[in-house]
């Protein structure tokens, strides 16, 4: 059985009591989403302020309530796509995804883990690998990815 | 050639042991509810004993072990009637809510006056009722596929019936006859007119391997109880993206992502459609038993059910020449194990009061079918269904009962 | 006084013997579902192993005892409530469906644009939006009662809410707050105005007397899971002649007297609501679970729970005075046993993970209950719940694991 | 467990066999009503025959189609019901209820055996008691007393 350790690890807890990235950007230019999780009622808010020429995050602010999970992974999410290219930070979003193994509805042509490999290939996580202790926690998966789901809408939202 | 190993699955179903009249029990009314399995009762009551909780809901332990059975429940089911995903596969209270659902939802949405509703002369009230209501409300048009002399579909006038059409509802496999209508070609016909297809696979699903990508169908309604599964939950496959386009049906619980003062959003498929505390145990009876046929294979199933209601068929022809008449198809590869009949002078609630004395369970009435009984112009028949658990033994058993009963009435 | 001898109660709950994460299970969750005792589980297997057939169709003896087990079910259910006459107890999917039920039904043959509905800021979603949707649908007004500051009903405001109400749709107990309204007071201000009463019983009839004649309601809606019986089964109690003149719901099999190419006759009640194959088993194993309770005495369940909940309470703002803060009524006289908690600086998942490693389960988040939480100005409570299984041990261990979930988060 | 000579009695099968009362009355004058069991489909038609002046049930005839249960008990109430007034067939159908230990649906003041005793006080059932073997086979009691359903509908009818 895992323990608390695994899911709540140091670095975790420090992103929830001292978020980065906390408060808001004017719109617009900056985009604002917000996501939910109707299990529990999280909240994440998002401000997106993407360069068009350069097709970089130039700025993420965020805001929102929730667990110590849902909070920390959106703080380092931001913490993680601030200044990357947007292509960069849709495969921050794939290679979150399959860190906490996600699997979507479809029966046919699952992952098998070798899935897995290909998306992490190359990508560097750093902080955010604190997080994969949350897939042994499978009601928690969702506190975790709801800022990288608001952050994929957000993006597609703008682009 | 044996397709299955009827002795040891008999094994499997404790209620097979017990005696009636001081008769060993024949049980030959799977058609109207199956009997289950000790792996389905103890799937279910292991739950109950061990990790029991609301589902989706709860950040503990037992909480996460039964919403995983849950949801692994639904994946195994989904997967029998291969649905492409766990999202169009919504667990409903039976297939009749199944249907209602759809009537309720996408009928309600889609359907105006003038709107014409196909169905068949086949139909079990589960899918014929719930339009009935539509059409009273809305000025919908319900119109009827009629039946051969030799208890098929007659398509010759398809075309004409499927004009102006938006649904047609069709059952896989006929709870009285048998009859098994060519589905596929029926869905084409219907998307042909830009209809939608409902099939109603109750009967289907249980003794056939079920594909419903391969019927191409935009809805299939089933239940658990009739393939070994308990009571109290049944199933819905539709396409996503309808069953996504398609205003909530019951509102509540789980079925919403956020609700306010002066609305709600609902939640994603398939829980959109889960109002309230789902039938979980029901859910875990409804995987264990689909996994119990797995195992057996469908395809022996079918095989097992063919060669049997043939030796059925046969035995009542032989036995019963002059007086008993079948009402189905007498070809077992059109057909499946519902076998009706009727003596002539014997009424059919009378043949099944002689028959229990025998321990024989059968079905008398007219089997929730009274639109077809009346175009069958009898006002019941006496119907013996085969499943897994049947062998020749059970069909002999069956014969020489009726011939009591025919002694019996008739002298 | 002890009112119950739980440590005997506690060995009828197998899942009770269940250890998680090396410690025993402390089961605080019954508000959102009950735990079952050996005696539904058993009745519910047994009647799966000895006498299950399909119910009211069936002339062989089998399918008798099941038919009688089914409805010997529904009388002891309806004598549970103190309903007048089986007639007007229908049992349903669960208490979301009994409340939809009414939405479909009664309400959607008797509202029209500009009438409002009555309902509270207590109300979980299955109270909320079945009300919702036909507001959207109809043009039919919602309007609220609001809360005091000390989590009661503020009722200074009724007769203007009620001016013009064709329904009031009130919850006997909240789910979050413990809050027991007063429902004869409702009723009667519902009554005076022409307007019907629904009342959602579904936290309230597991834990006291419950007697819908002297609530003199017209609708009582609860569900079998939250009273030791299974899943997959609730109950709608409606006036006879209330039930009697509305349309059906579902249509399908059992619901009719007679069904032809061009319509159907609706069945007598209780059957009328109950279209195709009920929920058997489940049916069976709520009997078994009001026998159960009656045999406690639910006078003395209310008492036991009374005196626990008063333990609780005390125990919490004894040993967090400063941090946690209670969300419900303090007087145990006007509450029940589902006690809502939040730490100042801690989410309540956050808590209930801490928890789930001591085996302590409790519910955290909005309790179905977002129009309430949202009143209360929070995203989630953190929540415990008794019932007859629960001791004073269960509550310190929830206290002790309080404490834990406070250091660890806030040092 | 109850055999099948306490359900098909010699007189039931005769009566099965050779209905009496089979046939039609003009209406009007006579009145006609139907019965359905939505069990099975049974279905009784009756045509009542009611002297207003004398309040008597001057004939009976009977069709429809069913069970052997149903059909004899049919043409055995034709038979007990014929000549007598509207009241004694009242007392007839009350008394035949209670043979067949008919509760209503309600849960207050249940019947005791009492009540049964003083139902049938006074009446004679004559070869209507053949049919109380039915009693120990629930289903069919809706069998046996559908003739007696519809008799009582179309007194309601007629009065
Ligand atoms: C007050 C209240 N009403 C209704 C419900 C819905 O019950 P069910 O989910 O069994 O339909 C609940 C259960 O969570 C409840 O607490
Ligand atoms: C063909 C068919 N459709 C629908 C149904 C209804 O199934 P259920 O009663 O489980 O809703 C049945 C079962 O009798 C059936 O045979």
Redesign the pocket.
């Known amino acids: 059985m895992p323990g608390l350790e695994d899911l709540y690890r140091e670095i975790i807890l420090d992103h929830y009591r001292s978020p980065r990235n906390r408060g808001e950007l004017p719109v617009p230019p900056a985009h604002k989403v917000e996501g939910f999780n109707p299990l529990c009622g999280d909240e994440v808010v998002l401000y997106l302020d993407v360069d068009p020429d350069t097709d970089t995050v130039r700025d993420v602010k965020i805001a929102g309530q929730g667990c110590s999970i849902s909070q920390a992974s959106t703080s380092m999410m931001s913490a993680a796509v601030k200044g990357k290219s947007v292509a960069e930070a849709r495969q921050l979003i794939r290679a979150f995804k399959a860190l906490m193994s996600i699997h979507e509805h479809k029966l046919e042509g699952e992952g098998d883990g070798a899935d897995l490999q290909a998306e992490l290939e190359g990508v560097r996580l750093g902080d955010l690998e604190a997080l994969q202790g949350v897939v042994k926690f499978p009601v928690r998966i969702k506190c975790a990815t709801l800022a990288w789901n608001t952050l994929q809408q957000g993006l597609d939202e703008t682009g | 050639m044996t397709y299955l190993d009827v002795a040891r699955i008999k094994e499997d179903f404790p209620i097979l042991r017990r005696e009636v009249h001081g008769h060993r029990l024949v049980y030959l009314d799977s ?3 199956s009997q289950k399995p000790i792996a389905v009762l103890d799937a279910m009551d292991q739950m109950y004993r061990t990790s029991y909780a609301n589902v989706h809901r709860g950040v503990y332990t037992i909480a996460e072990e039964a919403t995983a059975a849950y949801e692994n429940a639904r994946t195994k089911v989904a997967r029998f009637v291969n649905a492409p995903s766990t999202a169009e596969l919504v667990f409903t ?7 209602n659902l759809v009537a309720y939802t996408w009928a309600r949405a889609n359907l105006r006056e003038g709107d014409a509703i196909v169905l068949t002369h086949l ?5 014929v009722v719930p339009w009935h209501m539509l059409a009273a409300e809305r000025g919908v048009e319900v119109r009827w596929i009629p039946m051969t002399p030799d208890y098929e579909l007659d398509l010759s006038n398809l075309d004409a019936l499927l004009d102006g059409a938006k649904l047609l509802g069709v ?5 009285v006859l048998g009859t098994m209508p060519p589905v596929r070609q029926l869905v084409d016909a219907a998307h042909a007119v830009g209809a939608l297809a409902l099939v ?5 699903v249980p003794h056939n391997v079920t594909d419903v990508q391969a019927w191409d169908a935009d809805f299939v ?6 393939l070994l599964g308990p009571t109290g939950i ?1 199933a819905l496959w539709g396409r996503e993206a309808l069953l996504d386009a398609m205003p909530p049906f019951l509102g509540g619980g789980e079925m919403i992502r956020d609700v306010r003062l002066d609305g709600f959003t609902p939640n994603e498929l398939p829980w959109k459609f889960e109002a309230g505390t789902q039938p979980i145990a029901e859910a875990v009876g409804f995987g264990a038993a689909v996994d119990y046929l797995s195992a057996l294979g469908m395809d022996a199933v079918r095989a097992h059910e063919k060669q049997l209601t043939a030796y059925a068929l046969n035995a009542l022809l032989e036995r019963f020449p002059r007086t008993l008449h079948i009402y189905g198809p007498l070809d077992v590869e059109r057909r499946g194990g519902a076998v009706s009949f009727l003596f002539d002078e014997i009424h059919a609630h009378d043949v099944s009061q002689v028959l229990d004395e025998d321990g024989v369970c059968v079905r008398a009435g007219h ?3 009274k639109p077809l009984m009346r175009v069958l112009g009898v006002p019941a028949t006496t119907r013996a269904s085969f499943y897994v658990y049947n062998d020749e033994t059970d069909v002999d058993v069956l014969v020489e009962s009726l011939a009591k009963a025919e002694k019996f009435f008739l002298g």
Chains 1, 4 share one sequence.
């Open positions: 058609a109207s509810s209270r039976n297939a009749t809510e199944a249907i139909e079990h009230h589960a899918n059952s896989a496999m006929s709870n109603d696979a109750c009967q289907y309604a089933f239940s658990a109880h009739k049944g089997h929730c079918a």
